[in-house]
DNA sequence: GCACGAGCCATTTTT
DNA sequence: TGGCTCGTGC
């Protein structure tokens, strides 16, 4: 039967959709349709097998794969049912469970998440505290394997035994853990252990289910393998989508094992390969190909691209990372200029290994004004002010979550130093009290510490405690009248705290863009409580009613903890800007990890060089390919990528091995293509987008400096007029040469350029003649220029 | 004991 | 960039 729900899909994407088989893998390499298929297959078991919506969990890894699930979900059945539908990210859905029925394994029903950001501060007072030599990271890493694998601090002491080399971190574990307990916080691998023990003692919560998919399963770990078992008991049924190949978080104990394991646990699983790519150019796919294939234990598969061949990805030479950023801000221009803007700021996404190399290329968009978002990296939500923020609201919400206390009672400045609340917090925990009622009780003269408190220090205490009562007792006022604003509770406490003030003497100079940033906070806690949204939150959050299984429904006296929980778990403060504002062309920055399951028509990816991608501290060199694989399949129609010659650091960069085995280069170009007018059409016929007119193109193609990407030399040298403005920079009145206006080495290039002008053609590019003579002609001035420096240097040292 | 400024450091990836 | 230590002055 022809339904609406299989329309656009090919005849293996429908098989997989509309499969009777219970239990189904579909694997399928990047940009095969498996997202397509699987929110396909939700909507055909809602309309055609008749399952309820709130019956259904689907699961993803990450906050953004969750969107743009819900997103491409919403499409198919409309906002009314895909809103019923159980869909967020592991951790997001084991909260829910644990929120509504924790209550049946001991759990306190009001309990705080610790994020990472919570987790390593706590690891790390405990080092510090014990004086001990572990990297706290490191530590909070191995904490997180440990439970990962099921493996708490007790059962590792039994492991462990008397090896002195385990001690120490069996320690930090075991105070981690009551830590925790103490301050009635689950960290991030918690809220999955609690909820699988939840679900296994009590199966009877989730026995509404009646089916469970999941989205990238290759990033299972063992406990969400367990979980996702534990989901479906009810009806076993279970659809899962995933591509080994795109398997990027073995750091994060994911198991590719899941899949045989789950073949053997089920045995009528049904497996279903997609081979058919309609992301990417044909060019593209080759060269994302010829990188995976270098892993010899990799099976081979198939991929055909359904695209054109198309453009050649570019595999660019820079100076140096600043020169990266800058050549990459000039080709998004030339592109977009030269494409007459079938090419918009948002069809570009610049995919980075780690996080901290956007800098320099905010810096470069920045100057040039082009406006970006960033996603992963310092978040929003981690950013000091708004930690600072959220954590007096966590504190108000939870006055026995000791750690934010701590983090709070003296920001900002009340006298009470490091010294002092060290101490308090030892006490804390000797008497098995929380931090804020030891404060509370010394503040009341109930108690007196055994942590001398000068009288300023008292003072500051007695402050701090004003301020949270003060707010507490505002929020219960809140809370009973109708209309309850979050936004007012926050502005309170800022007030209270005097907020801005600190800010601006905290950060003189940038007190402009931190307020901003609360303000931006404001704005979200103002929308969090609009009671439309207030009801959204309480029925996402809500479990259907399960007959004989008490739960404990959310009401709007919990609207500040979902608040804080939804900061937590799922909010991306991009997403909520977005929906507020109008929706305005930027760049998107994002990680390679970030991008994963998503699609930009052109992606760079600069820093390819040993050290970042394979990174110099990654395990396993074959997750780094497949990063690197990930990060190239997210391209449609341009891919670029880039090495600066000297890192961030300076030091000396070379090209990433996965670059340098034979064969690769003949899969790029050294520089970005020229853009003609067929060129254009073929980059819209693989975006589907209408091509411009030639005349739309020539009217833009005038504010253009270059039309050629023919400024830096493809060597990798300094041009020859950052040489000279170098030398102005830096030498007092010195200058080397007089700069020719149209430098000799863009004339070179231009030759180049024009000789490769067939787009894809095989081959490497070919060197021009004229090339060696500008490279002389380069060398020359190069080295006169060093010995006039030296000569200088000379000089001066003798007079 | 506390606040604050200068200088030094490295810096993976996510829930 | 920001996170840390160290030194200084209160
Ligand atoms: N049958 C089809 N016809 C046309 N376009 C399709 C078809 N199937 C998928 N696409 C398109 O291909 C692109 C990739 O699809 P999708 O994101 O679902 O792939 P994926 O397999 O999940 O990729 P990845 O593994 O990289 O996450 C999307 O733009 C989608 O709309």
């Known amino acids: 039967m022809e339904t609406p729900i299989l329309l656009g899909l090919n005849s293996a994407q429908r098989d997989a959709v509309t499969s009777a088989a219970t239990v189904l893998q579909v ?31 689907v699961c993803t890894f990450t906050r953004k794969a969750a969107r743009e699930m819900a997103d491409r979900v919403r499409g198919l059945v409309g906002d009314e049912v895909a809103k019923q539908l159980k869909l967020g990210t592991f951790h997001s859905i084991a909260s829910r469970y644990l929120r509504q029925y924790g209550q049946h394994i001991g759990l306190a029903k009001d309990f705080g998440i610790a994020d990472a950001a919570d987790s390593r501060a706590i690891v790390k007072r405990i080092v510090k505290q014990n004086r001990f030599s572990m990297d706290p990271s490191n530590a909070h890493n191995r904490i997180s394997a440990q439970k990962t694998k099921g493996i708490n601090s007790t059962e590792f002491s039994r492991q462990a035994g008397r090896k002195v080399d385990l001690q120490e971190f069996l320690q930090i574990y075991r105070e981690y853990e009551a830590i925790l307990a103490a301050s009635n916080l689950l960290d991030y691998d918690d809220l999955l252990l609690k ?39 009810q009806r076993n049924t279970i659809t899962i989508v995933g591509d080994p190949d795109q398997s990027i978080y073995g750091f994060r104990m994911a198991e590719i094992k899941n899949l045989v394991r789950m073949k053997q646990q089920w045995e009528n699983t049904i497996v279903i390969n997609l081979s058919e790519n309609y992301r990417s150019s044909g060019a593209i796919l080759k060269a994302a190909q010829n990188i995976i294939e270098q892993d010899p234990n990799r099976p081979a598969k198939k991929l055909q691209a359904t695209h054109s061949l198309g453009l050649r990805p570019v595999l660019r ?13 000039s080709e998004i221009q030339r592109l977009q200029a030269l494409t007459g803007e079938l090419l918009q700021l948002n069809d570009v996404a610049i995919l980075l290994r780690s996080a901290y190399l956007s800098r320099s290329i905010e810096t470069a968009l920045g100057k040039t004004g082009l406006p970006y978002r960033m996603v992963g990296g310092t978040r929003f939500y981690d950013r000091v002010e708004i930690k600072l923020a959220l954590d007096y609201l966590r504190v108000v919400d939870q006055p026995d979550n000791s750690e934010a206390v701590a983090r709070i009672v003296n920001v900002p400045s009340r006298r009470v130093g490091e010294a002092t609340v060290e101490g308090l917090l030892f006490e804390a925990r000797v008497k098995a009290r929380s931090l804020w009622s030891i404060i509370l009780e010394t503040v009341h003269g109930r108690y007196s510490p055994t942590t001398k408190l000068n009288e300023p220090a008292r003072k500051g205490l007695a402050m701090f405690v004003n301020v949270i009562i003060g707010v507490r007792k505002k929020l219960k006022e809140a809370e009973s009248r109708p209309v309850f604003s979050l936004a007012d509770i926050l502005m309170f406490v800022l007030k209270k705290i005097e907020f801005q003030s600190y800010l601006k003497k905290k950060f003189p100079d940038e007190y402009e863009a931190r307020w901003t940033s609360v303000e931006e906070l404001l704005m979200q806690a103002s929308e969090a409580s609009n009671p439309d949204r207030i009801q959204a939150m309480l029925e996402e959050s809500n479990l259907p009613v399960i007959e004989g299984c008490e739960q404990r429904v959310p009401s709007t006296d919990d609207v500040l903890s979902l608040f804080l929980e939804n900061v937590a778990l799922t909010a991306s403060a991009e997403h909520i800007a977005e929906e507020s504002g109008e929706v305005k062309q930027q760049i998107t920055i994002s990680t390679i990890h970030a991008a994963k399951g998503l699609e930009w028509p052109i992606v760079f990816i600069p820093a390819c060089y040993d050290g970042s991608i394979p990174h110099s501290r990654a395990e396993d060199r074959d997750e780094e390919r497949r990063l690197l694989y990930v990060g190239m399949t997210r391209a449609q129609a341009l891919l670029y990528l880039s090495i600066p010659l000297k890192n961030s650091q300076r030091e000396d960069a070379t090209l990433s091995t ?19 007018f067929p060129v254009v059409q073929s980059l819209a016929t693989t975006l589907r987008r209408i091509a411009p007119l030639a005349d739309a193109i020539r009217e833009h193609k005038k504010g253009l400096e270059r039309d050629e990407d023919n400024y830096w030399p493809l060597n990798g ?3 020859l007029e950052e040489l000279a403005r170098w030398d102005q920079d830096h030498s007092n ?56 420096r030296v000569d200088r240097r000379t000089e001066e040292c003798t007079k």
């Open 27 to 57: 694997l399928a390499p990047p940009g095969s349709g498996k997202t397509k298929t699987l929110t396909a297959r939700v909507a055909y078991l809602i309309a055609h097998h008749r399952l309820k919506p709130w019956n259904i969990i």
């Open 317 to 329: 030479k820079l100076p140096s990372a600043n020169a990266e950023a800058r050549w990459i801000v």
């Open 658 to 676: 996965f670059l340098i085995q034979p064969g690769v280069a003949t899969f790029f170009e050294e520089h970005g293509p020229s853009i003609t």
């Open 195 to 233: 909820c699988r023990d939840l679900l296994s003692k009590h199966p009877e919560c989730v026995s509404n289910v009646e089916a469970v998919l999941i989205d990238e399963f290759q990033d299972t770990n063992n406990i969400q393998y367990e979980l996702m078992g534990l989901f479906a008991h």
């Open 717 to 719: 040298e300094e041009p």
């Open 733 to 788: 009145n010195f200058v080397l040469a007089p700069v020719p206006s149209k430098p000799v080495a863009s004339f070179a290039y231009a030759q180049i350029t024009t000789l490769q002008q067939g787009f894809a053609s095989t081959g490497p590019a070919p060197i021009s003649a004229g090339f060696t003579s500008v490279r002389a002609h380069y060398d020359g001035l190069m080295a006169q220029a060093r010995l006039q």
